[in-house]
């Protein structure tokens, strides 16, 4: 009897067993599929297309003939084909090159071929033919001398205790001292922050000018420049920012060296914000060490709007501001999904697909109305895309419920989801972008620059 009970007990503990390491496989079995899916995202982001278009014949591939069917239109007795090309506008010479200044070479034949081989008569002028190319003058360093006449009274010199000395008045240099123009520094400034272009190539290619400027010079013109002439231009941009009524924000990490206090491996972030395009066209940066919601706060402490953001935590709870979202985000969760799942027939795919379509419809609609005012774009809105957003939500509520939350297809409809308060806000007004394309196309020149430490 006893033997008995221990081999139930003996039975039943590798039943027990077996149940383990069959949901041990599921739960592997998972983990393997989401790396899966993060290696397929990372490697398209990596090596693949940037471009986020979708090509309206692959969404529509497994439903094209409901898409393009009509059981009105009669069949043709005939074949009828059509084509039609599409042609390239070509811009004129003026278009493209209109703004720059023309230098006029005339090229003459001389007065003894000024007279006809055939009969001896001088010839005459009939037309001419212009040719025209594009000069690049490179940039060019010259010393400027400021003299100032002074002048005081020989009369006064003779008799008087005190001259009186006066000086011709001309502009005070901008670095006390320095021998910099406001030229150079701007120059310096526009090669660093535009182009890209570090202190230390800068340095050389001044060297190439027969110039003899370090980058420690160059350094010290920036910094005194920033604080004594564009600190106070910043200052009045910003009151004029926190008065508009809609803005965008973004922000970026960076790596800073040499600052007190920190490691040149600590992660700081650079903010952005910046007008619509209703407003005032202001973009301003504003530099910090950390990500923390109070810095958002403090820069927005006197503005009270609506504030378009990429669905950072960072922006919420600031007082009398409202949080517009970006479909371009949820767009791309969605397209994300679609590379981590590359079998086309697979019902993930196949979903990810409608979802995608959903996001591209209401792409289709700003790109027809981008150019109304405000309050048209608002009646077109309520009128072609609330009908989409609510068919949209729907179909979020339906389908969340075939998804993995951990998968990629589930993160997208979480994402929709968790944002769709703020997502929808742009039906709310006409102001609102239906994304945060514009902090982002404005950050991106500081981004594709940043491999160059500040």
């Given at each position: ?27 592997l079995n998972a983990k393997v ?267 927005l402490e006197e503005f009270k ?105 589930g993160k997208a409809i979480g ?40």
């Amino acid at each position: 009897m006893k033997n008995n009970k221990k081999a139930n007990k003996i039975q039943l503990n590798k039943e027990e067993k077996i149940a383990l390491l069959e949901q041990e496989v599921v739960l592997l079995n998972a983990k393997v599929s989401w790396y899966e899916e993060q290696l397929k995202i990372n490697n398209q982001k990596r090596f693949g297309i940037s471009s986020e278009k979708t090509n309206p014949d692959q969404l529509s591939f497994f439903n094209e003939a409901e898409l393009a069917s009509n059981i009105k239109e009669k069949e043709p007795e005939t074949e009828d084909i059509t084509y039609t090309r599409k042609k390239r506008d070509k811009k004129t010479f003026e278009e493209n090159y209109g703004n720059l200044a023309v230098e006029r070479i005339e090229y003459d034949i001389s007065e003894e071929e000024k007279i006809c081989p055939e009969c001896n008569n001088k010839l005459h002028q009939m037309t001419t033919e212009i040719t025209r190319t594009i000069k690049i003058i490179p940039a060019e360093a010259v010393i400027v001398e400021s003299i100032k006449k002074i002048y005081s009274c020989r009369h006064c010199e003779a008799n008087n205790i005190s001259t009186p000395i006066i000086k011709a008045k001309a502009p005070n240099p901008v670095i006390k001292g320095s021998h910099a123009s406001p030229s150079i520094i701007a120059y310096a400034m526009d090669k660093k922050y535009t182009s890209a272009m570090p202190l230390y190539r800068q340095e050389k290619e001044f060297s190439n000018f027969g110039i003899n400027i370090s980058r420690q010079t160059l350094s010290n013109w920036i910094i005194r420049s920033s604080t004594d002439w564009l600190t106070p231009v910043y200052d009045r941009l910003h009151e004029y920012l926190v008065k508009e009524k809609y803005l965008h924000a973004d922000e970026t990490t960076l790596q800073v060296l040499n600052e007190e206090g920190r490691k040149a491996t600590n992660k700081s972030y650079m903010w952005l914000y910046t007008t619509t395009k209703y407003g005032k066209p202001i973009v301003l940066y504003d530099y910090r060490t950390t990500r923390a919601n109070k810095h958002p706060k403090k820069f927005l402490e006197e503005f009270k709007g609506y504030l378009q953001t990429d669905a950072y935590a960072g922006y919420n709870n600031i007082p009398d501001v409202t949080i517009a979202g970006c479909f371009a985000h949820a767009r791309r969760y969605f397209k994300e999904s679609l590379t981590a799942v590359p079998d086309e027939t697979s019902l993930t795919h196949l979903s990810a697909t409608k979802g995608l379509g959903f996001c591209n419809e209401l792409f289709k609609v700003e790109r027809k109305i981008k150019d109304l005012l405000p309050e048209e774009r608002y009646k077109k809105r309520l009128e072609e895309s609330k009908p989409i957003i609510d068919e949209f939500f729907d179909w979020l509520n339906i389908t969340k419920r075939q998804a993995l939350p951990k998968s990629s297809f589930g993160k997208a409809i979480g994402y929709a989801l968790n944002q769709w308060t703020k997502l929808k806000m742009f039906l709310e007004d006409g102001h609102i972008e239906i994304d945060n394309n514009r902090a982002e196309r404005a950050i991106r020149p500081f981004v594709i620059g940043r491999n160059y430490v500040l």
